[in-house]
Every structure is written in structure tokens, then in C-alpha cells.
DNA sequence: TGGCAGCCGCTTGCATGCCAGATGTTGTCC
DNA sequence: GGACAACATCTGGCATGCAAGCGGCTGCCA
């Protein structure tokens, strides 16, 4: 129950046995985090060959990780073209937000009564945030990391496997849109926790509908920020 | 806006420049449609090269295909040992049905004055099915995708792409349950169908959150009968 | 008879090579 | 000067080959 996003997992390291890594996963990491931050610029065309030479493997794993971008729709392959970071659509946006709306709003709903693991979580990613903050490092990915630890645990507890799997696909869309503009004043980012404490405590409480209506309010707030923002 | 399913679309054909199919996407259907129905049973072990040897091509385009269904979970990946069916977990059936409500049930909701070109996919649908159970054809897939149809139709009507892509990946993975167990009487069928029609009704006279409530009844009632047959 | 070591055959991981489709470029002709 | 045709060169699609991990079988030994 750690992994923090989709497949192949790039990040909650722990100490596995240390598998030598395969090549598909190098060639999936290297190419998602530059989709995600925005590296790779969307529109642009990526080329197998390239990637494969700037890490020194063959073609084939990064063409298996191209494929596996297109089915998150990072990517869009064009046969013997080339691959194209998929362009954000005007709608994306939009859809993005209200399918998290959706999907946590109900996970928050459905918390009536305190569940300690639960709030540990929360409790963690707020701290993980403040001390970023506190750091000067609102820039940095730890701020990032944590918000999404933070919103991602109260689907997980949820306990729906189905649903937590496919809201992790989204934040990871979000996150190469949110990359482009995200105008980080530390005054919004305060707000941001402060309103991250009130959704924990309103859950702590047992009160998952007042939890939603709180998550509304914060994700539409963000998100007219944003939006304000690549204007 | 016509895929029936996620990615590599296996209906839906129309005629297209008929482009001569790649191989991946031959193998990508192939192992899919018997995922689906139940010929590859959850729990077996698939071989790349079995597969290859039966499409006549190489190992490379099934070794895609598989990478793929991993993506949609329907397949496991286990490093030098092969490709598992993944195992349907106890969970899944009622994660599916939580999933669907949720997405359903907020699309059809959305539904606030009549929208013609829903109701004409609507009435397809339904007409498909009376066909089917006219011929007798209860068994046959006819059924199965017109309930797809009529289903996806009203998320589809909603607009937002994100969402209907989701919506599709539950169906997908609905199927292969219930290839496991839909005992389909003539009766429950000739009722299902009814539904159908109250639901389209609610609809086109833009009664959305009615048109939700039927919905809900009709996905927990199918889920019942579904779970009884396959004790 | 029970346990263990070594082997054999299976599997996939990945590099490589060949080929064909697609595109931009150049040279020619009007 | 403009349009078109042939070419050069890029792209990916896929077949193939080799190497290495893993499991089960066999045969030895206690």
C-alpha cells in the first residue's frame, strides 16, 4: 500500500532487493519525469533513438516505455513518425478538476468515523510541507510531493483499489500541467496548508461531508489560481 | 468520438485507409478478446512465444501487447517467469460496481435538459438488444456490447474525455468478470432491457438526478444476480 | 527413503539489423 | 520563378539472436 504512483513505480524507494533496475523502467522513469515537469515540452516530437543513445541502451525498452506513456496519454505515437508529447488540451484542465472532485470528494465523504492511519498520513504530508516552507523551498518537489501524499492518502483510505489506481493517473496528468504555470507565492502556499489542516481535522473528526465541501472549496481555489496564473 | 474501448480500438471498425494493422495491435486484440471472454482463464500463465507462434509473427509485437494489458491490469508481469492473468481479487467485483456508480451516476446527474443526440444513441442501443433477445441471441455478444453502448453513451454525453476514458477501462475489466458468471435468463434480460427504457426516458426529458437513481438501482441489481450466479 | 546438488529447458530482457513508410531536399523542366 | 519528380535520410516496425534468471527434474549420497 506505498507505492506512490502508477506501474512502475519511481519513487518509494525502500530497500528492495535491489534489482538491477531494467532497462524499461530507466528508459519510463527518465521519460516520465521530464513529461511531468515539463522537459519535455508538450508538443514536442521525442525520438526512440535519441533517448535510447542519451542512455546508453537500445531502442527497444524505450519504445516499451513510449507505449506504456501512451496508454497514461502523456504520449501520442505516430507510426514512423515519431512520439508526441501529447498537447494539453483547452479542456483538460477542467476535466482534470472535476474528476477529482468527483473521485475525492466521495472518498471523503465516505470517512465517518476517525480512522487513526488515515490521519497519521495527513498529519505527515502537512508537516513535510511546512517544513518546506519553512526551508524557504517552495520551489523545490517537496512541496509537490507532499500535497499529492496528502490528498492521494484520503482516496487510499478509501480502500477502493480501482478507484485509487485511476486517481493516481490523474494527479499525474495534473502535475505536467500544473508544471507550466504554477506561480508559487508563499502567502497561497500557507493558505494551501492551512486549508490541508482543516480537511484533516474535519476527517479526524469523523466528518466526511463537511471534509468534501472543504476539498471542493480548496481544489477550485487552487485551480482558479493556476488557471489565473498561465494566462 | 467513436473508440468503443481504450487505445488500441478493437470495434468500431468503419472503414478506415484500411492501414494493413500493425502486429502489436494484432496481438494487442487477440490476447484482449480472450482476456475478456474468459478463454484465458485468471490465474494462468501466458508465454510470449506460444502466442507469437500462434499469430505467425515475433516475439517483440505480443512482448508490447502484454506490456500494455499490464498497463489496464488485466495482465501481471513477472520478471523471467511470464505473464499471469491477474487474479480477480475478492474486492473487484464491488470496487467495479462502487467505480461505476460513482462515474454513472454523476454523468447521468449532469443530465439537465433533454440532449438529442444521447437519446438517439440510446434508442440504438436498446433496439440492439431487443433484436438480440428476438432471435433468441441471448448468448451472443450482441447483447453484451449493446449494453455497452447504452451505458457508455451517457458517460460519453457528460463530454469530459478524462472521465470517459476511466469509464471505459471499468467496462473492460467488468467484462472479464462477468464472462465468468451472467447467467442470463430470457427474463432478467427482457428486464434489464425495461430498464433501459425508464432510463432513457428519465433522460430525455432531462430529469437527470432521476434518470442517476434508476441507474443505481439497475448496476446494484445486475451486480446482485451477478454475484448470486457465481456462488 | 529422504534430502540436496547440479543440470536442463523453459522463460524473458535487450541489442541488433533489416526494411519500409514518411519527409524534406534537390534538380529539372516548363 | 514555380511546380513536380526523384532521391537521400530520417523515422519507427518487427524479426532475430544471444544471454541470463528461474524452476523442476534427476540422480547421487547418506
Same mark, same amino acid.
Given at each position: 500500500?506505498a507505492?506512490t504512483?502508477?506501474?512502475? $513505480?519511481?519513487?518509494?524507494?525502500?530497500?528492495a532487493p535491489?534489482?538491477p533496475v531494467?532497462?524499461t523502467t530507466?528508459a519510463y =522513469?527518465?521519460a516520465?519525469?521530464r513529461?511531468?515537469?515539463?522537459?519535455?515540452?508538450a508538443?514536442?516530437l521525442l525520438?526512440?533513438n535519441e533517448?535510447? =543513445?542519451? /542512455?546508453?541502451i537500445?531502442?527497444?525498452?524505450?519504445?516499451?516505455?513510449?507505449?506504456l /506513456?501512451e496508454?497514461?496519454g502523456?504520449?501520442?505515437?505516430y507510426p514512423?513518425?515519431g512520439a508526441?508529447?501529447?498537447?494539453?488540451?483547452?479542456?483538460?484542465s477542467d476535466?482534470?478538476?472535476e474528476a477529482?472532485?468527483?473521485?475525492e470528494?466521495?472518498?471523503a465523504a $465516505? #470517512?465517518t468515523?476517525?480512522?487513526?492511519?488515515?490521519?497519521?498520513?495527513?498529519?505527515e504530508a502537512?508537516?513535510?510541507q511546512?517544513?518546506?516552507?519553512?526551508?524557504?523551498?517552495?520551489?523545490?518537489h !517537496?512541496f509537490?510531493?507532499?500535497?499529492r501524499?496528502?490528498?492521494?492518502?484520503? #482516496?487510499?483510505?478509501?480502500?477502493?483499489?480501482?478507484?485509487?489506481?485511476q486517481?493516481?493517473a490523474l494527479?499525474d =496528468?495534473?502535475q505536467?500541467?500544473?508544471?507550466l504555470?504554477?506561480?508559487?507565492?508563499r502567502e497561497? !502556499? #500557507?493558505?494551501? !496548508?492551512?486549508?490541508h =489542516?482543516?480537511i484533516?481535522?474535519?476527517?479526524?473528526?469523523?466528518?466526511?461531508a463537511?471534509?468534501r465541501?472543504?476539498?471542493e472549496?480548496?481544489?477550485?481555489?487552487?485551480?482558479?489560481?493556476?488557471?489565473?496564473a498561465?494566462?
Amino acid at each position: 500500500m506505498a507505492t506512490t504512483s502508477s506501474g512502475r $513505480s519511481s519513487g518509494g524507494a525502500a530497500q528492495a532487493p535491489q534489482r538491477p533496475v531494467s532497462a524499461t523502467t530507466t528508459a519510463y =522513469r527518465f521519460a516520465k519525469e521530464r513529461l511531468l515537469d515539463g522537459r519535455f515540452p508538450a508538443g514536442q516530437l521525442l525520438s526512440e533513438n535519441e533517448i535510447a =543513445r542519451d /542512455l546508453g541502451i537500445s531502442r527497444t525498452p524505450v519504445r516499451e516505455a513510449f507505449l506504456l /506513456l501512451e496508454a497514461e496519454g502523456l504520449l501520442e505515437l505516430y507510426p514512423r513518425r515519431g512520439a508526441l508529447v501529447t498537447p494539453i488540451s483547452p479542456t483538460e484542465s477542467d476535466d482534470l478538476l472535476e474528476a477529482r472532485l468527483l473521485t475525492e470528494g466521495h472518498c471523503a465523504a $465516505s #470517512v465517518t468515523a476517525p480512522d487513526p492511519s488515515l490521519d497519521l498520513a495527513l498529519a505527515e504530508a502537512i508537516e513535510a510541507q511546512e517544513e518546506a516552507v519553512g526551508g524557504g523551498d517552495v520551489e523545490s518537489h !517537496i512541496f509537490t510531493v507532499a500535497d499529492r501524499d496528502f490528498h492521494r492518502a484520503i #482516496v487510499a483510505a478509501h480502500g477502493n483499489e480501482i478507484i485509487t489506481r485511476q486517481y493516481d493517473a490523474l494527479r499525474d =496528468r495534473q502535475q505536467r500541467i500544473s508544471a507550466l504555470a504554477t506561480a508559487r507565492s508563499r502567502e497561497r !502556499i #500557507v493558505q494551501f !496548508i492551512a486549508e490541508h =489542516r482543516e480537511i484533516a481535522s474535519a476527517l479526524a473528526a469523523g466528518e466526511g461531508a463537511r471534509a468534501r465541501e472543504l476539498i471542493e472549496e480548496h481544489l477550485r481555489l487552487a485551480h482558479e489560481l493556476a488557471r489565473g496564473a498561465r494566462r
